[in-house]
Nanobody, 115 residues
Framework: QVQLVESGGGLVQAGGSLRLSCAAS????????MAWHRQAPGNQRELVAL???????NYVDSVKGRFSISRDNTKNMMYLQMNSLKPEDTAVYYC?????????WGQGTQVTVSS
């Protein structure tokens, strides 16, 4: 089973930036897709950004123009650059991978944006 470990969360003021990282325990080049999800207290988990093995990217409307997802197949890493952060971005952010139909999740990293 693939292990995914997130890092980079923390407390930041509104308007600030954070970069989340997701480290995979195996080679990610064969992953069908990787993504970042988030879950705020009392809310359902939502897909924030997704990147396919071919490099196609999709974002939820609320983060378009502010967040950028990327992956480095040589380092088995995925990233989420978050700029112009807003208090409503506060949530636990989870790394997700789809490997030939099998899903793996990280343990999550907390992002808190103060107003």
């Amino acid at each position: 089973q693939v292990q995914l470990v997130e890092s980079g969360g923390g407390l930041v003021q509104a308007g600030g930036s954070l970069r989340l990282s997701c480290a995979a325990s195996t080679n990610i080049i064969s992953f069908n897709a990787m993504a970042w999800h988030r879950q705020a207290p009392g809310n359902q988990r939502e897909l924030v950004a997704l990147i396919t093995s071919g490099g196609s990217r999709n974002y939820v409307d609320s983060v378009k123009g502010r967040f950028s997802i990327s992956r480095d197949n040589t380092k088995n890493m995925m990233y989420l650059q978050m700029n112009s952060l807003k208090p409503e971005d506060t949530a636990v952010y989870y790394c997700f991978a789809n490997i030939r139909g099998l899903e793996s999740w990280g343990q999550g990293t907390q992002v808190t944006v103060s107003s």
